[in-house]
Every structure is written in C-alpha cells, then in structure tokens.
C-alpha cells in the first residue's frame, strides 16, 4: 500500500470513483426496488464525495449532482413522520442512527465545495431536523447501538449546535464504555468494533472533545491487529454475535489503522496499513481524507510483527503466530454459564485453528453422545506460556418419583426447564441423580506442531474429533465415512499446494458417527456443524488420546 499522501490519495479517488460509476449505473434499480434507507444514503455519500473530489473524475458532475439529488428525496420519502426510519427494526433509532451519521458526513462534504452539490445541504439538513429529536430521546437494543447513536448525536451537534444532544451523549457514557483490558468490547465481535463501536467512538472523542475514547479505540485496534491471520482475516471464534461461525476480512480495517499509526507514530500499525492490499471501503475512505487530509499523509516506519502469542484472557482467546503458521485457542464460552445457545452469546465449539500458509484447519471440536448437551465448550481458558488448558463439567440428571407432598390427584404438574429440556414434571420438587462427563483439554503449541491432549471422565461416552479442514486442498491416508473421512491408521495428512498440516493420533477407536450438535439445534431440525473436508478421529474407550497437529 503506498503511503506518501499523493499516492494514497490517488489510489482512495480512483477506487472511489470506480465505486460511483457502479452507484450510478445502479440508481434506478435501487430506487426501483425497496431499498434500504442505509444503502440509499450510502449511495449518495459515495456521489457527493466524489462531486467535491478535484482530484476525481465526478468532480462538479452535474450527472452526480443530479443522482445524489435524487437519491437524497427518495430518502426523505422514506423518513416516517415520526423521524425516524424504518427497515428490519420498525422505528429504529440506532438503524436511523447509522443513515444520520452518514448523512452528517455528507454535510460535511459540502464545506469543501458548497456549490458542487447545487440544494443538496437543505434537503439533508432538513432530514436531519426530522431525525435529531427521536434520536435524542430513542434507546437501543445492543451495546454498540449506544455508541452508534451518541456518534450521530455528536455529528447532529457539531452541524447544528443544540445542548440537549450533547447531554443525551453524556447519559450513554456516564455508563462507561464496555471494553475490556485486552481491548475486546463485551460483544467481542470484531465485526462491530469494524463498522460501529470505533467509528462512533472516534465521532464522539473527535467531535466533543473526548480523547479518553480514542485511547479505547487504539486499544480496541491492538487486540485486531494480536488476532490478525495469515489469511488476511480476524479470528472471530470467541464473539458473541453473528460472525462467531464466520471470517471477516482485515482489509476494511485499514482506515482506522492508518488514523492510529499516524496519530501515536505507531509503526506496528503501520506495518497492519502497509499489508493490505485494495481499499475495501472506497466512499468512506475517500470522504475521511477530504474531511481530515493527514489520514492520507505519510505513514511511520513500519514495525513487522514480532512471532509470539495473545491472550485475551477475558475472552478465553489465545493467538499465537509466527509468519504464516498461526494457531488459535479458545476456550471463552458462555455455554457453561447459560446453559443455552442465543444470539448474543458466545458458544462456538471450535476450539482450535491451526494455520501452515495455504494449509488451513479451520475447526477442531470434540463432539460426544451425552445427554444430548453438544460438544464440549469450555468454560475458561488457563494459559501457561504456550500451553493452554480447556476444562467442560457436562451434567444431566434421573429424577426420581415427586415427594408425596407434592402429588396430584389431577396429574397436572408445573411446565419445567430442566437444563436440556422441558416438561410438566414440576422438575425442581423432585429427587435428582446428577451424571457427569468432565473433560480436560491440554494444548501445547510449540515450533510449527500442536499437541492436544484430551482426557474424558467417563471415557466409555461415545466421542469423536471433528478437523474441519479449508476446502481446496487434498487429504491422504483416509477412507470415507458417513459426513466426511476418518484416517486410514492413526494418521493423515492435508495438503494445501506446497503447504500441509499432518495429523497424528495416538490411540483411537471405532468410527460410528460423526458431528452431533445437541439437542439445542436438533430439536429444531438444525445445526451449526462445521464446514470443510471433516476427519474424524474416534476417541477410545479410555476417553484418552494425543493428538499432534504438524505443520510441513
């Protein structure tokens, strides 16, 4: 990536300009269809960008003038009478909040050449009015949605100066802001710090004053740039939110990195800017430059990333990585705590991630017949040095006859949550035999292998290893099995091109099934196994066995 502020520019206007070509040959069909309220504003952002840009192509385009026009009074057609917008949230105030705070940077846009939109600014202005007093007084349903909110209340004061939103911003904070030591906010999701929680902090820290929030930020970048992959993504297994069973790219990233690298002269920040190739967000990036030229000025020497390992001990999240052979640990689920699986809490089973340049093990899980509670989820993660101990206690329980003062005559009892599942069985009045399968994970990363260690109590509970391996590549030494392969004898390999990661196994048993999700997602006709080649490695009936992991 170039960094001299002439070459960057020049590389964010032509991906820029790019972009609203694509708006442009589009602007009828959006507006034919049922747009989003968020991807019509998008859309005239990336427009008046472009329009104020003397450096793009669209500069002063009466056909970008007019196309931002008209998107802008499709959006006020959108805007209900109560102000605000509705879209999968019915009169949303932090859905409202994100077409506000880009709205406000296109307000923005136009001090720079107040003449190259024509009426655009009364035409925003006056959604804005609309939106700034059901802003104010609306609430939120997520964590980050107070943040994405106190930003557009800030952007809304620095255009339109009114006390009241700043008061409203200082209710929100006055909760303080939910990030943790290791710079992971509570949702954990780095999806969000991406789009919503650093965005809006550094809207707020910029526009009132606060630059106690911009060292959230910065903080909130060390832990990103600690689990950065080798594959250009971000490890998302221990989120709380939807991307916890996906991948998100670093690229979008780049920005923020860059704003931070040339505010504290960070040069490993700026190491994270100088790999990633492309510009992901081109109206967003093009807009921070013209509003703030020195994000696109020189960046400070870059520092490579020195091999080592992160913990996130909040998060139960370990990352250790050297070059392009990179290892994750988790061990943070809230399984163990909630006993249920919900949006909003982290219960992804994977617990390792093994990655050897183009080799690429995306999951290890241990899945078991048990009561139908799942596979195992650990409910903390130890670390000492490189060695990083997972434990689960898996209980159910037998329940015995309801104690005679109990008993009806009608047989009608209580509608209960026993933990697994539900009954009229008045569950809580009744005598329990409590069984138990507690399991112990010992992972021990060293020079380019894995050892996973894994003992099971009892061992005669049917279990097996699920290694969910990056589709594209080849496995040798298996035989299919129902799902997938299991190895041939205790070992096989994977291979990636020139890449592999060989697997080895000290004792196994007999394969019978694959991947069982439980009962939570069963019940329902669902699942969230993995995806990839999967192997399967039975466990014996001691419940003890090695594992070694093998990068070539």
């Known amino acids: 990536m170039p960094d001299s502020r002439t070459d960057f520019a020049a590389a964010v206007t032509a991906a820029a300009d790019a972009h609203a070509r694509e708006v442009l040959a589009g602007v009828d069909a959006l507006l034919a269809s049922d747009p989003h309220h968020r991807q019509v504003m998008g859309a005239a952002k990336a427009l008046a960008a472009c329009a104020v840009n003397p450096a793009s192509a669209f500069f002063a385009s009466a056909q970008a003038r007019e196309a931002a026009r008209r998107l802008v009074d499709h959006l006020a057609g959108m805007q209900a009478g109560n102000g605000l917008f509705d879209g999968e949230n019915f009169a949303s105030p932090p ?42 007084l609306g609430g939120v349903h ?19 100066p009114d006390g009241r939103l700043v008061a409203r911003v200082d209710e929100w904070l006055a909760e303080g802001v939910d990030i943790d030591a290791d710079g992971w906010y509570s949702e954990r999701s780095p999806n969000y710090a991406l789009w919503v929680s650093n965005p809006a902090l ?13 060292d959230l930020v910065e903080r909130s970048l060390e832990a990103v740039a600690a689990a950065a992959l080798p594959d250009g993504t971000v490890e998302t297994v221990h989120s709380r939110r939807q991307d916890q069973k996906g991948t998100i790219p670093l690229a979008p990233f780049l920005m923020q990195f860059r704003r931070f690298a040339i505010r504290g002269g960070r040069g490993d920040f700026a190491a994270v800017a100088e790999g990633i190739a492309g510009i992901a967000d081109p109206a967003s990036a093009l807009t ?12 400070p020497e870059a520092e490579a990333r020195k091999a080592g390992t992160a913990v996130s001990a909040g998060a139960g999240l370990a990352v250790a990585r050297d070059g392009d052979f990179a290892v994750t640990v988790y061990g943070g ?58 434990r689960e206690k898996a209980s159910a329980a037998y329940y015995g006859p309801l104690p005679e003062g109990f008993r009806r005559a009608d047989a009608v009892y209580a509608l209960a949550d026993e933990g697994r599942f539900s009954a009229a069985m008045d569950f809580a009045r009744r005598p329990a035999e409590p069984v138990a399968l507690e399991t112990r994970i010992q992972v021990t990363v060293g020079e380019r292998e894995v050892a996973v260690r894994i003992e099971a109590d009892p061992g005669r509970v049917r279990q097996v290893l699920e290694l969910a391996f990056r589709e594209g590549g080849e496995l040798e ?17 994977y291979r990636a091109g020139a890449d592999r990661i060989s697997v ?12 069982h999700p439980g009962e939570d997602y069963t019940h329902l006709g669902g699942t969230d196994a993995a995806q990839g080649m999967r192997l399967y490695v039975p466990l014996p009936g001691s419940g003890r066995c090695t594992l070694v992991l093998r990068a070539g």
Do not use: Q
Not at 338 to 366: E, Q
Not at 504 to 515: L, M, S
């Open 477 to 493: 030494g298996v035989r299919p099995v129902e799902g997938g392969f299991e190895p041939e004898g205790n070992g096989a390999v």
């Open 95 to 136: 859905d409202t909040a994100f077409t506000v705070n880009d709205l406000c940077d296109t307000y923005a846009l136009l001090a720079i050449d107040p003449g190259g939109l024509g009426g655009l600014g009364d035409a925003l202005a006056d959604i804005a009015a609309r939106a700034a007093g059901p802003l104010r």
């Open 202 to 214: 550094v809207a707020i820290g910029e526009h009132l004053g606060r630059p106690e929030l911009l």
């Open 333 to 390: 689920s809230d399984y163990a705590a909630h006993g249920r699986i919900r949006s909003g809490l982290a219960t992804n089973p994977t617990f390792l991630r093994v990655f050897a340049g183009g080799a690429v093990l995306d999951s290890v899980r241990l899945s078991r017949d048990f009561f139908g509670l799942g596979p195992f989820r650990a409910d903390g993660l130890a670390a000492d040095g490189n060695t990083f101990l997972l």
């Open 142 to 160: 997520t964590p980050n949605h107070r943040w994405e909110l106190s930003s557009a209340l800030a952007k809304l004061h620095r255009h339109w």
């Open 288 to 299: 921070e430059i013209l509003l703030e030229p020195d994000l696109a000025g020189p960046l």
């Open 504 to 515: 080895e196994v000290d004792a196994r048993g007999v394969f019978t099934r694959g991947y």
